[in-house]
C-alpha cells in the first residue's frame, strides 16, 4: 500500500540511450511533480501536472518529456542520456490547495 | 539571492537539547511553508506545514512563521539520535501553479 512509488529505483546506462522513469500514487491527489536532486542534494522542481495538465514546466532540456496518462500516473522519458543527467528523479504529489508534497522513493540515474 | 535560504550546517547539539532551524525567502507572495526531513539516501518527508504568522506544534516539532521578517524556523525539542538528518525548507509560490522552492537544506547532528 505504497503511497506514492516510482520504478525503476536504479538505472544505470550509456550516454545516448533513451531511458523512462515510471511514478504512481495511490492518495487520491490532484498534482504530481517530478524533482531533480543533484549530487549536491539540492531539489529542483522540472515538472507539474495538475489533473493531467502541464502547470509547471521549469527550463529544462527538451530531451526530458512527462507524460500523464491519468491523475494517478506520471511517467518522465528523457531522450540522448548525457552525464549531467546523472541525479536522483523524485516523483512527489500533493492536493494543489495545500501543497503537502509526499514523495516517493527516488530513481538513481547513472549515466556512464 | 537565492530564493529559499538555509545555513548549510552542519548544525550539532546534544541528545535532548533543542535544535533550531533556519530559513529565509524572498518572494513576499509566498503563501505556504514546509519542513521536509531527508536521511541520507531516502526521500523527503514533510513533517510540518505552516500558512499564517505565528507557532505551530506538532510533538516535538515546533514551527515560526514570520512573513514580514520573510523568516521561517523549525525548532527540535529534545532532541534525539534519530533526528540527524537534513532538513529542508520548503516555500510555496502561486505562478499557474504551487511551485515550491526548496532550500539546500541544514544538516542537524545529534550526539548521544
Known amino acids: 500500500d505504497t503511497a506514492v512509488s516510482q520504478t525503476p529505483k536504479y538505472l544505470v546506462t550509456q550516454m545516448g540511450n533513451d531511458k523512462s522513469i515510471k511514478c504512481e500514487q495511490n492518495?487520491?491527489?490532484?498534482?504530481m511533480y517530478w524533482y531533480k536532486q543533484d549530487s549536491k542534494k539540492f531539489l529542483k522542481i522540472m515538472f507539474s501536472y495538475n489533473n493531467k495538465e502541464l502547470i509547471i514546466n521549469e527550463t529544462v532540456p527538451n530531451r526530458f518529456s512527462p507524460k500523464s496518462p491519468d491523475k494517478a500516473h506520471l511517467n518522465l522519458h528523457i531522450n540522448s542520456l548525457e552525464l549531467g543527467d546523472s541525479a536522483v528523479y523524485f516523483c512527489a504529489s500533493s492536493q494543489v490547495v495545500r501543497n503537502e508534497q509526499f514523495f516517493g522513493p527516488g530513481t538513481r540515474l547513472t549515466v556512464l | 539571492q537565492k530564493e529559499v535560504e538555509q545555513n548549510s550546517g552542519p548544525l550539532s547539539v546534544p541528545e535532548g537539547a533543542i535544535a533550531s532551524l533556519n530559513c529565509t525567502y524572498s518572494d513576499r507572495g509566498s503563501q505556504s511553508f514546509f519542513w521536509y526531513r531527508q536521511y541520507s539516501g531516502k526521500s523527503p518527508e514533510l513533517i510540518m506545514s505552516i500558512y499564517s504568522n505565528g507557532d505551530k506544534e506538532d510533538g516535538r516539532f515546533t514551527a515560526q512563521l514570520n512573513k514580514a521578517s520573510q523568516y521561517v524556523s523549525l525548532l527540535i525539542r529534545d532532541s534525539q539520535p534519530s533526528d540527524s538528518a537534513t532538513y529542508l525548507c520548503?516555500?510555496?509560490?502561486?505562478?499557474?501553479?504551487?511551485?515550491?522552492?526548496f532550500g539546500a537544506g541544514t544538516r542537524l547532528f545529534v550526539k548521544a
Open positions: 520548503a516555500v510555496s509560490l502561486r505562478a499557474g501553479g504551487f511551485k515550491t522552492i
Open positions: 492518495l487520491g491527489h490532484d498534482t
